[in-house]
């Protein structure tokens, strides 16, 4: 390829990469309110945590839909192997979504009644972090491909790394939760927002900290482009400011932050998606495909950027619209539902 041809999976790559971050990010945060639903028994703090992603929760999931749609026409053949490869845990991950959402409407209709909706809440927030994390570690300890197919078997995805980066999306996602409860409520939920961030912050550097090491360890591919000069000097500020941005963070939360602790939060997403890329690039399905060879035809790929090139516009502007609509914290009593 030639010209702007070559350069069309770069930008269909950094298309679905920035979809996917907003979605980690947005998503997570009210994901997060969930995984800390189990923390407090009381319906009005209950009543609060949800009320406070009331707005943004269906929204946050567009991003999701645009990242998996864009790997679906932009990276047919990538989307044709990690689809079986996953199967399992992406139908998992997208049932634990809608359960997730019908639970967010159903729970308000079926007060006082509504304990079974409060249980599948927290499950399926819990459920739907969990498994995008395994989604994650799979494909970050390899695919088996085979002229161009997937070769491996149906549970290939379950390893002790993949469970571990599981669980750690879970800490994330509960730590963006926790400091978004800081940040926008008042009264016995931001006291529990602030109560668990602490501990939070310290199981997500535990995290980042063991899944750097785990994946150099255990991955050739992943040393060579990490600890091999002149690359060291390159990479070594991103450790640096993970450690610095984390004692921010931990600062901000004794001396009762409110809005460092959340942006810390998405920095520390933002630096560990960078360490990811980093270890990855240009492979889209690791260590066989990159961009070029999971890529659509040419034309394929320029038809759907004009149509995208008018979306992402109207995502991002929605987006902005909706959080600068309802900005401002929520009060107990309070709500949008």
Same mark, same amino acid.
């Given at each position: 390829?030639?010209?702007?041809?070559?350069?069309?999976?770069?930008?269909?790559?950094?298309?679905?990469?920035?979809?996917?971050?907003?979605?980690?990010?947005?998503?997570? =945060?009210?994901?997060?309110?969930?995984?800390?639903?189990?923390?407090?028994? /009381?319906?009005?703090?209950?009543?609060?945590?949800?009320?406070?992603?009331?707005? =943004?929760?269906?929204?946050?999931?567009?991003?999701?839909?645009?990242?998996?749609?864009? #790997?679906?026409?932009?990276?047919?053949?990538?989307?044709?192997?990690?689809?079986?490869?996953?199967?399992?845990?992406?139908?998992?991950?997208?049932?634990?979504?809608?359960?997730?959402?019908?639970?967010?409407? =159903?729970?308000?209709?079926? /007060?006082?009644?509504?304990?079974?909706?409060?249980?599948?809440?927290?499950?399926?927030?819990?459920?739907?972090?969990? #498994?995008?994390?395994?989604?994650?570690?799979?494909?970050?300890?390899?695919?088996?491909?085979?002229?161009?197919?997937?070769?491996?078997?149906?549970?290939?995805?379950?390893?002790?790394?993949?469970?571990?980066?599981?669980?750690?999306?879970?800490?994330?996602?509960?730590?963006?939760?926790?400091?978004?409860?800081?940040?926008?409520?008042?009264?016995?939920?931001?006291?529990?927002?602030?109560?668990?961030?602490?501990?939070?912050?310290?199981?997500?550097?535990?995290?980042?900290?063991?899944?750097?090491?785990?994946?150099?360890?255990?991955?050739?591919?992943?040393?060579?482009?990490?600890?091999?000069?002149?690359?060291?000097?390159?990479?070594?500020?991103?450790?640096?400011?993970?450690?610095?941005?984390?004692?921010?963070?931990?600062?901000?939360?004794?001396?009762?932050?409110?809005?460092?602790?959340?942006?810390?939060?998405?920095?520390?997403?933002?630096?560990?998606?960078?360490? #990811?890329?980093?270890?990855?690039?240009?492979? #889209?399905?690791?260590?066989?495909?990159? =961009?070029?060879?999971?890529?659509?035809?040419?034309?394929?790929?320029?038809?759907?950027?004009?149509?995208?090139?008018?979306?992402?516009?109207?995502?991002?502007?929605?987006?902005?619209?909706?959080?600068?609509?309802?900005?401002?914290?929520?009060?107990?009593?309070?709500?949008?539902?």
């Amino acid at each position: 390829m030639i010209g702007m041809e070559w350069y069309l999976p770069l930008i269909w790559a950094g298309i679905i990469g920035i979809a996917v971050m907003m979605y980690v990010i947005l998503d997570g =945060f009210d994901l997060g309110i969930g995984i800390l639903f189990p923390f407090t028994h /009381k319906e009005e703090e209950r009543d609060l945590m949800m009320n406070s992603v009331a707005p =943004f929760w269906d929204g946050n999931e567009t991003w999701l839909v645009l990242g998996g749609g864009g #790997l679906w026409v932009a990276f047919p053949k990538a989307y044709a192997i990690i689809m079986p490869a996953f199967y399992l845990p992406v139908i998992g991950m997208l049932l634990a979504l809608v359960l997730r959402g019908v639970s967010f409407e =159903f729970r308000w209709v079926a /007060k006082p009644g509504h304990r079974i909706w409060d249980i599948a809440f927290a499950t399926g927030s819990i459920a739907a972090a969990f #498994l995008q994390g395994i989604i994650l570690g799979g494909l970050l300890q390899g695919v088996t491909v085979v002229d161009g197919q997937y070769a491996g078997g149906p549970f290939d995805w379950l390893t002790v790394f993949s469970v571990f980066v599981g669980l750690s999306v879970v800490a994330g996602y509960a730590l963006l939760g926790a400091t978004w409860l800081h940040m926008r409520t008042e009264g016995p939920v931001k006291k529990l927002g602030l109560r668990y961030a602490p501990t939070l912050l310290a199981l997500v550097l535990v995290a980042m900290a063991a899944i750097s090491l785990w994946t150099p360890l255990s991955l050739p591919r992943v040393a060579e482009r990490w600890f091999v000069l002149p690359n060291l000097l390159y990479l070594w500020p991103i450790p640096l400011a993970v450690a610095v941005i984390a004692f921010a963070i931990w600062r901000g939360l004794q001396k009762g932050s409110e809005f460092l602790p959340f942006a810390g939060t998405i920095a520390l997403f933002i630096l560990g998606y960078a360490g #990811l890329a980093i270890s990855n690039v240009p492979y #889209l399905v690791p260590p066989t495909l990159t =961009f070029w060879d999971a890529a659509a035809s040419p034309a394929s790929q320029i038809f759907f950027l004009m149509g995208t090139i008018f979306l992402l516009p109207l995502v991002l502007g929605y987006t902005v619209f909706v959080y600068w609509m309802f900005r401002g914290k929520i009060a107990p009593g309070e709500g949008y539902h």
